[in-house]
């Protein structure tokens, strides 16, 4: 028996070896993606913490406040009273209806329980609609700086990301002429994120229609409309390129309760959007994942139909703290800062700091320039290369008003060592 294995093991590696085969081949669709820069950051945060270095994460774009008390009480009535089986593919019809009483209520669209899906985070429901609408080749217009996950998406669909950049001077949003320049017999679909992830700006109700008035003229361009940080914003009233009544049958709204509702790790997201599309993303999800989690499906419905009293607290919260530490960066010479309007992020442009030294080691990007800020001022934040955008970094300030001016103070000093 020992000789038979032996012989077997001899000739698996002389066969192998003559005709060079891979023991461990991976798809080329996986070989194709990239891994997340901001998990990246975080998790290289978390391994100089375990060393017992201070570290303050600012790369994580995640709400520091806990689920809110009548919340998680609903999910736990729901285990009491045992929804511990699956879920409908499509979500709870209950959490359905609330998705469209929410989309009324707040913001004056019609949508009925067939046009919306539950899914396992507005991640999958980006996924979803991504894989649904978007074939081999075809073209999907990506304003840049871009949240790091929609490139990745479309790679793995097998379509073509065309970004469109708009620096500081536009406040990081494009505008008509841009979007119609981009436009392809290709395009296949527009994603836009208001208020944004990576750079916090917010698209102004004049600046949907103008896009919408490109769009109104290529009937066969789809929107795809990231809103997860609707209820994060500055200035008053949520707006969404949904609203306009000669593109709405191509808007795909992809929604959650991660960031208004400080639920990041109960995993419910949605989308609102045509029947056949809805349809098409039932079937996808029915095939690989089924129904979301039923105990989180219960609280992301009293989290829709309760006081919504919490989501205002959290909202101010983030507002002061978005004043802060934008008065402080402003302080801090090379640096270039504009006024975010939405989300918990800011997106800083440190051009001036990328090609200078410490130690005779240079700092070729901005990536080199957040793990510089990491190693020597323990802060952790992101090189603004993953989101298409080099020569900037991005700072998360869901943390505490403490933390902020801790840090702020730490990267001031850090970067006045690079000479």
């Known amino acids: 028996m020992l000789q038979t294995v032996v012989i077997l093991a001899i000739f698996a590696k002389f066969f192998t070896k003559k005709y060079k085969i891979d023991m461990n081949p991976l798809s080329a669709r996986l070989q194709s993606l990239s891994p997340s820069e901001t998990f990246a950051m975080a998790q290289k945060s978390n391994e100089l913490k375990v060393l017992g270095i201070d570290v303050i994460n600012m790369s994580v774009g995640e709400p520091d406040f806990a689920t809110p008390k009548h919340i998680k009480e609903a999910a736990k009535k729901a285990i009491n009273n045992n929804f511990s ?96 320049e981009a436009i392809t017999a290709k395009t296949r679909a527009l994603i836009l994120c208001s208020p944004s992830n990576p750079t916090g700006s917010v698209y102004s109700r004049e600046e949907l229609k103008s896009l919408a008035d490109v769009l109104a003229k290529h009937p066969n361009i789809f929107v795809i409309s990231d809103e997860i940080y609707e209820h994060i914003n500055y200035v008053g009233k949520h707006e969404s390129i949904a609203q306009f009544e000669k593109i709405r049958e191509r808007v795909i709204v992809i929604n959650g309760v991660s960031k208004g509702y400080a639920m990041t ?36 419905e009293a989290a829709y139909t309760g006081n919504q009293d919490c989501v205002e607290k959290m909202r101010v919260a983030f507002e002061r703290r978005k004043n802060l530490i934008t008065k402080l960066l402003k302080e801090i010479p ?86």
């Open 85 to 180: 089986f699956y879920s409908p593919v499509p979500g709870f019809p209950e959490l359905r209806k609330a998705v469209c009483a929410k989309l009324k209520n707040e913001n004056n669209l019609d949508f009925e329980p067939a046009q919306i899906v539950i899914s396992g985070g507005a991640k999958q429901s980006l996924c979803n609609v991504i894989l649904s609408i978007v074939d081999k080749g075809e073209e999907v217009i990506i304003p840049a700086p871009y949240w790091v996950s929609y490139p990745e998406m479309v790679k793995i669909a097998e379509g073509k990301s065309i970004f469109v950049y708009a620096g500081i001077e536009q406040d990081y949003k494009i505008t008509a002429k841009q979007l119609e």
């Open 334 to 419: 090379g640096l270039k800062v504009n006024d975010p309007k939405g989300a918990f992020y800011i997106f800083v442009e440190c051009s001036h700091y990328v090609g200078k030294q410490f130690e005779g080691k240079k700092i070729e990007t901005a990536t080199d320039l957040a793990m510089y800020l990491l190693e020597q001022g323990h802060v952790a934040c992101v090189g603004g290369d993953a989101f298409g955008a080099p020569g900037h970094i991005r700072f998360s300030y869901a943390t505490s008003d403490k933390n902020i001016e801790k840090a702020v103070a730490r990267v001031k000093n850090t970067l006045a060592k690079l000479n």
């Open 265 to 300: 790790g109960w995993r419910i997201g949605w989308i609102a959007a045509p029947k056949w599309i809805a349809s098409a993303c039932g079937l996808l999800q029915g095939q690989y994942t089924s129904g979301a989690s039923s105990i989180s499906q219960k609280a992301a």
